[in-house]
């Protein structure tokens, strides 16, 4: 089942904030968040398996909500190689493809000088 | 971290030519791959899982005779598009996890194969 991503595209002044969610309508396994930029591969970013985690490195951060349905990425004091199209990929409890991840629409994110 | 090629990196052939793509995890094992397709602008969707020694097992939708998928070793998986068509023109990508790897479930991806089919 395929994950809700909103916004589906962001413009932002470089410095400026940004907030990316990830939703489900199901309990989730795992969130796993990925950047991409044009004509490459995902990149991987950051991985959420418990409820009410939190975690991050530079100014890239994660939440995982309690329920396990809802996950954010956020994105602080943006750099110009923070443009990318954002990804979050889930796995969902006794999926048949056994760990495979059903990726959201994505959010566009550019960021300006 | 774990590294995955592909090969090629890109490819254009004519319609109804067969094309095999490659993928390899470079300094682990991986008993399941994985390959998703992503047309422009739009979402990685899972084509199939690829399990070592056994069959895959392949989405909803996906034609399995037409994109064969082999895993013939703990470091490489292979997909076959035969007979390809321009509606098949598109960005292949295989992500693997480390089979031993005491990490949280990450996937590394590949670098992406771009096929086009004229």
């Known amino acids: 089942q395929q994950p809700v991503q909103s916004p589906q595209a962001v413009i932002l002044r470089e410095g400026e904030d940004a907030v990316i969610n990830c939703s489900s309508s199901?309990?989730?396994?795992?969130v796993h968040w990925y950047r991409q930029k044009h004509g490459e591969a995902p990149v991987f970013l950051m991985i959420?398996?418990?409820?009410?985690e939190q975690k991050g490195h530079d100014k890239i951060s994660a939440s995982f909500n309690e329920k396990k349905q809802q996950s954010s990425l956020y994105l602080t004091a943006s750099q110009l190689s923070y443009s990318g199209t954002y990804f979050c990929g889930t796995e969902t409890p006794n999926s048949n493809s056994g760990y495979a991840l059903n990726f959201g629409k994505g959010t566009s994110l550019l960021v300006t000088p | 971290g774990a590294v995955v090629s592909q090969h090629p990196s890109w490819v254009i052939c004519k319609s109804g030519t067969s094309v095999k793509i490659e993928c390899r995890s470079l300094?682990?094992?991986?008993?399941?791959m994985f390959w998703y397709r992503q047309f422009p602008k739009q979402s990685l969707m899972l084509m199939a899982t690829?399990?070592?020694?056994?069959?895959?097992t392949y989405e909803q939708g996906v034609e399995k005779d037409k994109f064969l998928i082999n895993h013939a070793s703990l470091t490489l998986s292979t997909l076959t598009v035969t007979s390809a068509h321009p509606e098949d023109s598109s960005f292949y990508i295989c992500?693997?996890?480390?089979?031993w790897g005491q990490g949280d479930r990450e996937q590394f991806f590949g670098p992406g194969t771009r096929l086009t089919v004229l």
């Open positions: 690829s399990n070592e020694g056994s069959k895959a």
């Open positions: 992500s693997a996890r480390d089979s």
């Open positions: 300094d682990f094992q991986a008993t399941t």
């Open positions: 199901k309990a989730l396994y795992s």
């Open positions: 959420l398996l418990k409820g009410g």
